[in-house]
């Protein structure tokens, strides 16, 4: 009996000591990791950076003006579209179409880009032939595949129809003795689209909460990182700060099977350099804007990251590599302010 439980007293030392290694070793790879992501976190807060945020008084009479015309469809030819016809406040600001419809049932001949932090970009559309959301507000409406409107006089004479606009312009412009011009019009909606802007959970890691993003999205952040994708995504909208061409290393409709060859920003400026290059898409909320690129050729999130690796950085990412990296870019997606729907 006593040799029993000397035994047994023994057994349990032993088994006591190697459970305590166990619990030496996990913490220490815990602490190994949280010292990796002390690295990371810095490193990523001087790669990306948080949204600005932005003050929303949705009784401005701007702000006001601009939202009504943003949701007006009497701004199309047959009272069909509006810019959140193609641009939706309730899908992250897109359709969800390769290819948007036209007041004639036309499509357009791009994808249409989301509208959410589209102001912070360094110019407007996929070749950046306008330079902010006030310039840009003005094109579909005339565009005959889009809004096709005759002119910005049509416009202005429907708009001065319209009791409710003639006061609305009238606050929204109190100096002007005649508010209701074309140029006031993209003005007021600009405004409007200044404001739809998505901070996430990622912007809350930003400003300093390492616990807003788990470890597992910290991991695929690093994965994103070390691939290279931040020679082109970096800054607070992880892209919409530069042009790069589409294709670096291999020719993409390769990959993406594209019917049409775009040539891009060369469309605008005739320059060889410039053949095939777009402006760089945010990567906010891209978890929700499928499909993807600027026609719209690619439904799925992991295909277009896989694509990007061939086609930019001449990789190919693994089936892990591209599902970390797409569970980082869920934690970019945030919604605008209630406020701002219709």
Not at 9 to 30: D, F, H, P, R, Y
Not at 212 to 220: F, Q, V
């Amino acid at each position: 009996m006593k040799k029993y439980l000397l035994f047994a007293a023994i057994s349990s030392v032993l088994v006591s000591c190697g459970g305590n290694e166990k619990v030496e070793e996990v913490k220490q790879e815990t602490k190994t990791e949280d010292y990796a992501f002390a690295e990371l976190d810095a490193s990523a807060r001087k790669t990306f950076g948080a949204l600005s945020e932005v003050k929303i008084d949705v009784n401005d009479p701007m702000i006001k003006l601009g939202k009504a015309l943003y949701f007006d469809k009497r701004l199309s030819k047959d009272n069909t579209q509006s810019c959140n016809t193609c641009h939706d406040l309730n899908t992250y600001g897109v359709d969800n179409n390769s290819f948007s419809a036209g007041n004639d049932g036309g499509l357009g001949g791009r994808n249409s880009p989301t509208t959410l932090n589209a102001a912070l970009h360094i110019a407007q559309f996929w070749d950046g032939r306008e330079p902010d959301v006030e310039a840009q507000a003005g094109g579909p409406i005339l565009n005959p595949v889009e809004m096709a409107m005759p002119s910005e006089k049509a416009v202005i004479d429907r708009l001065s129809q319209i009791d409710e606009y003639k006061v609305m312009f009238a606050k929204a412009f109190p100096d002007v003795a005649n508010p209701i011009t074309y140029a006031n019009l993209k003005t007021a909606i600009g405004a409007f689209e200044r404001l739809l802007i998505t901070p996430s959970k990622f912007d809350r890691y930003m400003n300093g909460d390492n616990e807003a993003l788990s470890p597992k999205e910290k991991r695929g952040m690093k994965l994103f990182m070390d691939a290279g994708c931040i020679t082109c995504h970096t800054g607070p909208l992880l892209g919409g700060n530069m042009y790069q061409k589409f294709g670096l290393v291999n020719d993409y409709w390769d990959y993406t099977k594209s019917e049409n060859i775009d040539k891009g920003r060369f469309d605008v400026t005739g320059k060889e350099s410039d053949l095939y290059v777009f402006k760089v898409p945010s990567l906010r909320n891209i978890a929700k804007t499928a499909p993807y690129f600027h026609d719209g050729s690619v439904q799925s999130m992991n295909d277009a990251i896989q694509i990007m690796g061939k086609a930019q950085l001449n990789r190919e990412l693994s089936v892990q590599e591209v599902s970390g990296i797409a569970f980082f870019l869920e934690t970019l997606t945030g919604d605008v302010d209630v406020q701002l729907k219709q």
